[in-house]
């Protein structure tokens, strides 16, 4: 399959390349966008652990990869995106640091929105496409790898990952939005009809 | 006495086993395929169509690589249908359960079963209760699998409603997904288990997943629509396919008892028999 294949139309698409720099803060929320360069992955210990002994690679310009992948040899076997709420409290170091965007699924809470504004962005993969991932990958390199193969922060080089921006350097946040409407939505549908009043 | 099984036959089920899982983590059935392909037709948003479109570029990616569609290759659900002539006993679940090891070796699968109160990985994805097996008897030895994810089944509800309250199934079915928001990774399928006991509910729902999903009762379709309604959308991004289909299955229930239970599942709806000769 030819690559950018995977996010219809096409020549909408804007294509970052890593290191990030302010050309993050043009994104808005829903823009759809590709990723190359290098991406780190790093889940809920990997974080833990660069708190305490600090980050094993420079921050500036980096782009974090909520994933825990299937690694087998050189080969990056199946690496899709983790829920990135499970990191909601971890983040705002990394984007301290100069980290410019966060890679994942699900969304990021208020607090991580904020901590992202005049700084980056949070872009969503599609869950669940770990094949398509893994096709756009190379493996780079490994840091701490002690804590196994799923909490690992792996080095991996990207080749047009598609994605949407979920949350812009503004605050937007399409998860936010949508969850606003499917609660109103829910209410007008399943409120109990109002009484008269006699 | 029972007999035992003929170590033919056993050897037969544990290939049975790691055929159906291969079958099952690596290509989604015929019906589940063509839902997301109409989903993504009816899509008006580009957004959600492009959520759509790389799922479908994922589905065709695993074929062709032979990888599992999604990292999280589940826990190993089973459903085995037992002709009259096969003796049960632990040496068919043991097969069962060596099959789950060599899926897991061979496709390979990502280790996932731990002690709920330890953590630790038994590595093979076997383990107390582990695999799940439910027996039926029936005219063949059928072996179905249903790997099933975290993502989705951590978002599942369960409630002992009040006889009165059957017209607020739809809406606590509805709420169930408001709740899991883009979380279960949509667009989903629910399975609704109504009636039977607290823990029956729970069962029939999930058995509910293996139906095929390209026909819908008018009452699936009213609870259908009340899930779309949301908007939730493909992956939580917002759109008009939040769920593939709704499947109810039911049973008898006690006059004073209304169990209500949701499985979800996730868009990546993996079922697979394989039909073992004997």
Redesign the interface.
């Known amino acids: ?1 030819p690559p950018g ?5 096409v020549l ?1 698409i804007m294509d970052l390349c890593t290191p990030l720099s302010h050309e993050v803060l043009m994104l808005r929320a ?1 823009d ?1 966008v590709t990723l190359s360069g290098t991406v780190y992955t790093a889940r809920d210990e990997a974080h833990l652990r660069m708190i305490e002994e600090g980050i094993p690679f420079d921050p500036h310009g980096a782009v974090i990869y909520h994933c ?3 690694i ?1 040899g050189q080969r990056v ?4 995106p983790t ?1 990135s ?1 499970r990191m909601n409290s971890l983040s705002g170091f990394l984007i301290e640091r100069g980290v410019r965007a966060l890679v994942g ?3 990021m809470s208020r607090q991580v929105a904020d901590q992202l504004k005049g700084r980056g962005v949070y872009l ?12 756009r990958m190379t493996l780079k390199g490994v840091f701490f790898e002690d804590l196994g193969m ?1 909490e690992a922060v792996w080095v991996i080089e990207l080749d047009r990952l ?1 994605l ?1 921006v ?1 949350i812009d350097a503004a605050g937007n946040d ?2 936010e ?3 606003r ?3 109103a ?2 209410r007008k ?2 409120s109990p009809k109002k009484e008269t009043p006699a | 006495m029972i007999p035992s099984p003929d170590p033919a036959l056993l050897a037969a089920i544990t290939r049975a086993t790691c055929e159906a899982f291969r079958q099952a983590e690596i290509t989604l059935p015929p019906d589940v395929k063509q839902a997301i392909r109409t989903a993504e037709e009816h899509e008006t948003s580009e957004v959600a169509r492009g959520e759509l479109a790389n799922i479908l570029a994922n589905l065709e990616m695993a074929e062709a690589l032979s990888v599992p569609i999604c990292q999280d290759t589940g826990v190993p659900v089973i459903y085995l249908t037992m002709p009259p002539h096969v003796p049960l006993n632990n040496g068919i679940y043991e097969a069962i359960a060596e099959g789950v090891r060599s899926a897991t070796r061979e496709i390979p699968l990502r280790p996932n079963v731990v002690g709920p109160l330890t953590r630790e990985n038994t590595g093979d994805n076997t383990g107390e209760g582990m695999p799940v097996v439910h027996v039926r008897p029936g005219d063949r030895l059928t072996i179905t699998v249903l790997p099933k994810g975290a993502g989705a089944e951590n978002m599942s509800r369960i409630a002992m409603m009040l006889p009165s309250e059957r017209g607020l199934i739809p809406k606590f079915v509805a709420e169930t997904m408001l709740i899991a928001g883009g979380k279960p990774c949509p667009p989903v399928v629910l399975g609704v288990g109504i009636g039977g006991t607290f823990d029956g509910a729970a069962a029939l729902a999930k058995e509910a997943l293996l139906e095929p999903i390209d026909t819908m009762t008018p009452y699936e379709k009213e609870i259908l629509a009340a899930v779309n309604a949301l908007g939730i959308g493909p992956m939580g991004v917002g759109g008009r396919t939040t769920a593939l289909a709704v499947k109810v299955k039911t049973a008898g229930c006690h006059t004073a008892s209304l169990p209500v239970a949701v499985n979800v599942q996730c868009w990546a709806c993996r079922r697979a028999t394989v039909e073992v000769p004997c």
């Not at chain 1, 076997?77 to 899709?80: C, L, P, R, S």
């Open positions: 399959m294949n995977g996010g219809g139309a909408s829903g759809r825990g992948p299937v087998q076997i199946a690496a899709g829920t709420a699924k699900g969304g969503a993969f599609t869950g669940g496409c770990a094949a398509l991932a893994a096709s799923a598609p949407v979920g399409i998860f939005g949508v969850h409407n499917a609660q939505e829910f549908r399943f």
